[in-house]
């Protein structure tokens, strides 16, 4: 009843002018359960053409620790401890190199559903978080499979800890999922700077508040590197320190987007 005053129709077309429509709690809800319609089916699309690639996508993510292995006099070979352990692994490699081709789409709906509650100059910035945020998931995922990995398996295989009679013979499922966790943690983690520049031009968080944050970043680095691998130090530190650079990235970003939107105006030649 209070919506029909004057003071409430006023409101409601300021909203309207400025692009923000009015939702109410349904509407959101409605408009989650269509965007996690549209990214599952554009999720099942990819996981299609992601099995007829599952295998050599595969081979890619187990190539660090075949080089590993040689490099360290071992022969490169895992385990199955069940029969079902290799087409296991095939599927979990085809769904991780899904996530990688429908990416995009994803973070497309992702940022569609936020912004439905923005206001329409705001909603440029979803234009730009959308693709970024894709690329920084692929950039993620590929620096650890390319650039990380390699290392970590490298100082895993050369590792000597005095016993004479260990013998390394790892399984493929555990190997597997060692390599897709923490390729999709890195995934994950290389979003920051989208997340530091969105919660900043929205206001939720000024630059002089992450600035002086620093310090807690650093540990808090650590700590979200030691929930989201495995518990051993050498992966902690490899996702914690790319981790407090990328929000140091985020930072300066900020800060070029406000120099930009702040500089005066060119005067008449």
């Not at 429908?102 to 709906?109: D, G, I, K, V």
């Not at 439905?116 to 650890?144: D, I, Q, T, Y």
């Not at 016993?163 to 999709?184: C, E, K, R």
Request: contains cysteine.
């Amino acid at each position: 009843m209070l919506d029909h005053t004057p003071e409430c129709r006023a409101a409601s077309r300021a909203r309207e002018a400025d692009g923000l429509a009015r939702m109410s709690l349904g509407d959101h809800l409605e408009e989650l359960r269509l965007r996690l319609i549209y990214a599952l089916a554009g999720l099942a699309i990819a996981f299609a053409v992601a099995l007829t690639a599952g295998k050599g996508f595969a081979r890619l993510i187990l190539s660090p620790y075949a080089a590993a292995m040689r490099s360290a006099g071992m022969a490169a070979k895992l385990q199955a401890f069940q029969p079902a352990e290799p087409f296991g692994a095939y599927l979990k490699a085809a769904f991780v190199l899904a996530l990688l081709l429908s990416a995009p789409w994803l973070f497309y709906q992702i940022w569609a559903f936020v912004a439905a509650g923005l206001h329409r100059h705001e909603r440029r910035f979803v234009l730009l978080a959308a693709p970024a945020s894709a690329a920084l998931f692929a950039a993620g995922v590929l620096f650890f499979l390319l650039g990380v990995a390699p290392w970590v398996f490298r100082f895993f295989m050369q590792f000597n800890p005095g016993i004479d009679y260990l013998t390394y013979q790892p399984g493929i499922d555990n190997t597997v999922d060692f390599i897709l966790w923490l390729a999709l943690a890195f995934g994950l983690a290389f979003q920051t700077p989208i997340a530091i520049v969105f919660a900043e031009r929205m206001g939720l968080v000024s630059l002089g508040a992450l600035r002086r944050a620093r310090k807690y970043i650093f540990l808090a680095s650590f700590v979200v590197g030691a929930v989201l691998t495995p518990p051993d130090v050498l992966s902690q530190v490899a996702l914690a320190l790319p981790l407090y650079v990328l929000y140091e990235g985020g930072l300066a970003a900020s800060r070029l987007r406000r120099y930009w939107r702040e500089r005066p105006a060119p005067g008449p030649a």
